[in-house]
């Protein structure tokens, strides 16, 4: 069985933007998909899918993410796979493919690379790189200018796939929160938050705030919830009804058990 599953990110979005974000969401699952069923892996299927929102601006990711305090794009990205494996980048600017870092750093070894350290390592192992400038939308920075306190920006995309070795993978991207302070790092690239994948028990990946995820460690929350066979869907409702029971702050989930 071959399974994918995106989300272009937690947050209400305007009437005139649900189109493009499903038009987004299709084209990022219809590329992931297209990897898996050419025999590839579902790290290789996670890592197509995001790139593919990376490249949208519709999306809170890569080029058009949402811009910090200083009105410039910092990024934030991770992937796990079932085996516990797992590579993350945060606060990493002048890289169009984040998740592509995180999964070379997942191959070569699991750790979390940050601002230059992670730029450093993009660029000596290939990634596209770019000015930090040119990953700002011009949309965005009207908006940063206009000081627009409350944001219609979905939140961190991300992906769960299974492929046909039975591998599962969470992957997750993102610019963060509109107007974040430089340098603050959420929870996407953050294992057991953003994003856990546990064998043959499940795969995870969370989409929303930050600050409400992290303190209920909701990725691997999730994944606990589906011991004992429960469907991931009835998992899915009981980690969000656990958030919500405990911070303030809107999230959402994926999992594939
Ligand atoms: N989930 C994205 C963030 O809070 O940074």
Redesign the pocket.
Known sequence: MLCIVVHGGAKTISEEKVEANHAGCTAAAEAGWAVLISGGTAAESVEAAIRVFETDQTFNAGFGATLNSDGEVEL?AAIMEGSLCWGGVAAVQGVRHPISVARKIMDDKPRLLVAEGAKRFATECGAEMCRKEALVADEQKQQWKEDQKVSDRP??VVCVALDKSGTLVAGTS?G??TH?QAG?????AVVGC?LYADGKIGACS??????S?IPVVLAKTAIDFLNGDRHPEEAAQMAIAALKSKVEGEAGCIILG
């Open positions: 934030d939140n961190t993102t963060g929160t974040q603050r790092v959420g929870d996407s953003g969370t989409t929303g705030n930050g600050e995820i």
